[in-house]
């Protein structure tokens, strides 16, 4: 006997003159027998729909995809139509040849190889060449300043010539080499120990992972100007992406929040996710453009700014409700989106700003309308005499109806990348900047103190800007040693 089968019976029995023959009592148990019934069959919905998800179909990496099942993909991108591989004018990476060898070795001939007869003598015909392309003998170079002293001949009085600003110690490392230390931790996530024991091996120089604390520690302090500065750039941007993660510090969970464009990257660890860390972060409370992120509710409280979400997201969950819930609206609703998506782009290919008004009110009828017999189709199948018994819970709406309805409340956001050029169709950038920080997550797992956390994010956002603007980061991260204004290797020129 079915649930519908089951739910019509016990809906007449609960009708009928039997009823009021039954004890109380019994009444009673029926009722929460059926509480019980549901609550277990919801949660034998939920745990399989929860083990039919993967990364196609949810926010979960591709690493928790079952391996027993081949990885099916639908990607939002078109086929192009061009064959794998480089492209017709592509410039390619091949090694060539220089003009200018800086060693050259010469193969002399000494003997014939068929006969054996003495060719010493004999003019050279011909040279063959080969190049091979390899790393010098790596060693390291120790600069020794000397300051001189002299006594005035006048007043008796010694002076002392000044040495240059970092050179403290009478033994120290140099700005290069504390600033390739800092590359390596922070940017390439080698761990402590093992940055030391790299240096050690290329080198033959020990160095303590103190001593890369302590480069971290002032790099970190050197920066803060700079994340301030960048924190300012982000207030004034017309498009800003948002996102955050979960890190764990000494065992306890801690959350980064992220805000970046095209640009900058600027990372902030807190102790909560919400709210509270997006006043602390210092972004969105004086945010006016229009912030990118994921449907999390904690960003809609921010009135002040216009929002746009993450249609990657709704794509994954589109796919996920029309292959766990047969909901034929939800495939609509994802080639509806991925065909704006194409036109806006060929769109922007041709110069053009803004998509012309009746493509865009059609779009926006054709989204509402998709919307609409969604909900026309479930008023249809809804049973307006059906009775449900009394149940103590509130009944829980399905993934696909709080799908549908966020599509129907935040229209607007889900179709801004349509009304303004300026707004992507996803949050990917903010997925991407975040990304790495759930690498170190899993080579490290976790941070020790909160310095070194927030070293990590500070450090972290300089080098990810230095990469989106082009500049060298090595040479960056050796200027922190170095006394030198860090706002000169990061462009940070108000958006006009």
Known sequence: MDEKTLTTLYTQILRDEVVASLPPAVVTLLAMMWDRLETLEAEVTRLTQQAALDSRTSSKPPSTDQSRRPRQTRSTRR???????????????TLE????????????????????????????????????????????????HQAETKTCPHCRQATTAAFPTGVTSPV??????KGFLVYLHQYQLVPYQRSCELVDDLWGQAVSPGTLATANAHCAETLAPVEQAIIRYLQAADVVHFDETSLFEQGERRWLHSASTEDVTYYFPYSKRGKDGMEAAGVLPEFKGTAMHDHWASYQTYTGCEHAFCNAHHVRELDRAAEQDEARWAEQMRELLCRIKTCVEEAKARGLTRLPRQETAMFYEWYCSVLFDAYVQDAAQADPEANPPPSSKRRKQSKEKNLRDRLYRYAFETLAFMYDFRVPFDNNLAERDIRMTKVKQKISGGFRSTEGLEHFCRIRGFISTIKKQGGNVLEALSATFQGQDMLQFVRLEAPE
């Open 97 to 144: 040849a220089t003009a200018h060898p800086q060693h050259v070795v010469r193969h002399v001939v000494t003997s014939c190889a068929a006969c054996g007869a003495d060719l010493s003598a004999e003019p050279v015909a011909g040279v063959q060449t080969r190049q091979v392309v390899d790393l010098p003998p790596i060693v390291l170079e120790v600069t020794e």
């Open 79 to 93: 086929r192009s139509g061009k064959p794998p591989g480089g492209q017709e004018g592509h410039p390619g990476a």
């Open 172 to 177: 120290q490392y140099g700005d290069r080499l």
